[in-house]
């Protein structure tokens, strides 16, 4: 079968396509921006980002594969979506957006993007029950309402639990007054608009089981959802696998790198850092902080806030670690697991993510919302110093294992369950 994916952004640097792309099934490959050469080495600035916008791997000359993009009208579309941001900042919408809202920017893209691949599917030809559309929420609506027509198959990548997670973020805000740099307003024209593309879809993928129990809660029939790890390939010339160990008298390097919101359970790791403030142990959290300056500042002294970093930075924070810590109430999946597995940390994670962890083997899993927990399994790697080292060596392996090979296999997977779904 012909593969098509539709996506905006590089997430998780192309790896669908890149994994179709390999077992020779991707079409082609469509996607807001791709940075040609000259972007890659004369970005600089806000538009550096932009030269990471490409991955090599669907670019080669001998693939059959087409990229297809939309250079410059995505620069607008980045324009018009910092507007909606900017409005949503200020509560000033103007003539040209009507609400003063992210999500309603991340719908006009993501209407945009989606008209943009229905009208290239349109041009070609002999697609029909032997094709695949894959895309990704929020940006498949229209695509996949052409393509049922035509008989193609629709597959929709989930990235989150939706409405599930709004409420737990929502409950979250009403426990911790305060604390939040704005409440989240999700507008209900959002939620319809990814539970059209449900519909539509003949398979819904989401990247972990947490996803799966949460998509199905809101209505979704369970044969119509798919679960598919994310996978993460590791950067040999950024990385120097090592064991990790620590000498009695030095502190226990615990990071947290993500967003710093309610969402990511940072109020649960202060709690629990609080309680261990006369223990040899410091918690340096990486990320842009989005809890207010008041809630931040009642961090204990053994917590440490570094703000908003880039991918070097972060590597050398992965480098100078020994422990990872991810308290999160809700993740589609969390990839920054495999990141730091990747550099020997083990971790200590809840399960509302992507199930990575074997407990006790190359981390610990711990209930989310639980302050006492956490602190307790931070002591245990404080009292047996043998445990650090076991689990970093376990770690390097599992990280190993979410390969793009295995996320090929799992499409294959799906690949064979379209051809036999009536």
């Known amino acids: 079968m012909n593969w098509f994916c539709a996506q905006i952004g590089a997430r ?13 099934k991707l079409t082609a490959l469509y996607t807001d921006f791709w940075a040609g050469p000259i972007t890659r080495h004369v970005a600089f600035g806000k538009l550096r980002s932009l030269a990471t916008r490409w991955h090599p791997d669907p670019a080669r000359k001998n693939s059959r594969a087409e990229i297809v993009s939309w250079n410059f009208r995505a620069l607008w579309w980045e324009i018009l979506l910092r507007r909606y941001r900017s409005e949503a900042r200020f509560n000033t919408p103007s003539a040209n957006c009507s609400a003063a809202s992210p999500y309603h920017g991340y719908i006009e893209v993501g209407r945009r993007f989606a008209k943009r691949v229905q009208e290239d599917l349109k041009r070609r030809k ?4 032997n094709s695949i559309l894959y895309a990704y929420d929020t940006g498949a609506l229209e695509a996949f309402t052409w393509a049922r027509g035509q008989d193609l198959k629709c597959v929709l990548n989930q990235m989150d639990p939706n409405r599930f997670e709004v409420d737990l973020v929502k409950a979250e805000e009403r426990e911790w007054p305060g604390w939040a740099l704005k409440s989240i307003q999700v507008p209900e024209e959002y939620f319809i608009r990814r539970e059209q593309e449900w519909a539509l879809a003949d398979r819904i993928v989401v990247n972990s089981e947490f996803s799966r129990q949460a998509i199905q809660q809101q209505g979704v029939p369970a044969d119509k959802l798919v679960v598919i790890p994310l996978c993460y390939e590791i950067d040999e010339s950024n990385r120097k696998p090592e064991i990790r160990s620590r000498k009695s008298d030095h502190p226990l390097q615990v990071l947290f790198l993500g967003q710093v919101i309610l969402r990511k359970g940072i109020q649960y790791l202060m709690a629990a850092a609080r309680q261990l403030e006369n223990e040899n142990i410091r918690f340096n959290i990486i990320g842009p902080v989005g809890i207010s300056t008041e809630a931040a500042a009642g961090a204990p002294r053994n917590m440490t806030f570094h703000g908003r970093m880039n991918r070097d930075q972060t590597a050398n924070w992965y480098k100078k670690s020994h422990l990872f810590v991810l308290p999160t109430l809700s993740d589609g999946f969390a990839i920054t697991q495999l990141e730091a597995m990747a550099h020997g940390l083990p971790v200590v994670a809840t399960p509302c993510c992507g199930k990575v962890i074997d ?5 610990f899993t711990i209930a989310a919302r639980d302050a006492e927990a956490l602190a307790q399994t931070f002591r245990r790697y404080l009292s047996e110093p043998d445990l650090l080292p076991s689990q970093s060596a376990a770690a390097l392996i599992k990280a190993q294992q979410f390969n793009l090979k295995r996320l090929g296999e799992n499409l294959k997977h799906l690949e064979t369950d379209l051809k036999h779904a009536h």
Request: proline content about 0%.
């Open 12 to 24: 998780e640097h192309y790896a669908v396509a890149r994994a179709l792309q390999q077992e020779d």
């Open 126 to 129: 002999g697609l029909h029950a």
């Open 359 to 363: 407990n006790g083997v190359d981390g």
